[in-house]
């Protein structure tokens, strides 16, 4: 295939004749039954995106497609973003059931259906459909600054070194896995807790294992302080405290949203929490030990921030917009545990259904 280019830093670099815009058309729209039908727009998304990968013999991370203004030209052009880290760049057809159905769409946005077209960008994967108008790119157009406008819309596939990169580099000033406790203080709250409401503990075993393959997927060691802790159980019977196989498969589950996500997308500049725990949606620095079960966790904390403290109690999770304090300490949020005084009150958390 002679229209696609290995993507680069200096992508950004091309110009509109490095690029071959090979043409294509779309055969798998059928006619328009059902004009007003909602799923039409994702139903024309995926036959470009099949349309292109077919040409290709590539899976498509994201595709993008450019709009005419229908004044001075009714050309589109289609950018494929393929698995192999190349560009495919397409001129499609502008067949009379491809404009059809182009028209239909647009008619959701306005009564006056071509007079009123602007250039466009649609940005197009199996679970994104957006759009915006050309002129939201400034400084750069599509025709004199090719290679740059393509590249504000490459997907993260294609940068996920240095997304990664970024993700570290932030973190890795605030990592303190050193941090300790005073196991005899922590096990007379916890005997104290576990007497005073009555709950039947999981005996404490060999968790090596867990440990190694955490060790293994996180590349640091499990923190010293939770290996403590589970030398007193190993979770509590129908109770939100949690034993070290769930902590691992939690926390590989909040991996997962960190690796997902870029940095931007994880920091959240808005918010504040006395600057204690850092303004993130997660880091696989936070540790799930007790399931609020909705969705929501506390965590022991090793990367505070500059007024936190290493294995401070936080709160984070899926409608936290960033982690809250719950306790300096695992002994001090032991100790919250008792009574009904504290803000996790017995017949909300504590025990599990």
Known sequence: MNNSIQYSEDFKLLKWNDFNFEPIQINTLSI???????KNSFTFRD???DAIETRSGKKIFKLSLVTPDYKSSKKFYGIGFLEDRTVATFEIENTPIFEEWFINIQRFKSDDVTKKFVPSIYNFSTSLYSSQP???IKNITFQE???AFID?????????EKLAKEKVDFLTPFIQLEAKINLEEVKQSFNALIAEKGLTIHPPKNNDAIYAQFEKEASFPFPAIIKEYLTLHNGIDRCA?????DIYKKWKDWKKCYDDWTQEDLLDTYSTNQGKALLMYTTPYWIPFFDLENGNFLAFDFAPNTKGKAGQIIRFGADQEIAYIEAEDLNTFLKSLMGNEGEIEENEWFFVE
Do not use: C, R, W
């Open 32 to 38: 328009l039954e059902d004009p007003k039908h909602y």
């Open 241 to 245: 405290i949690m034993g070290a196989e």
């Open 134 to 136: 050309v002129s939201n």
């Open 152 to 160: 504000q819309f490459i997907p993260d596939q294609f940068i996920a």
């Open 145 to 147: 600054n090719t290679g």
């Open 47 to 49: 036959a470009i995106i």
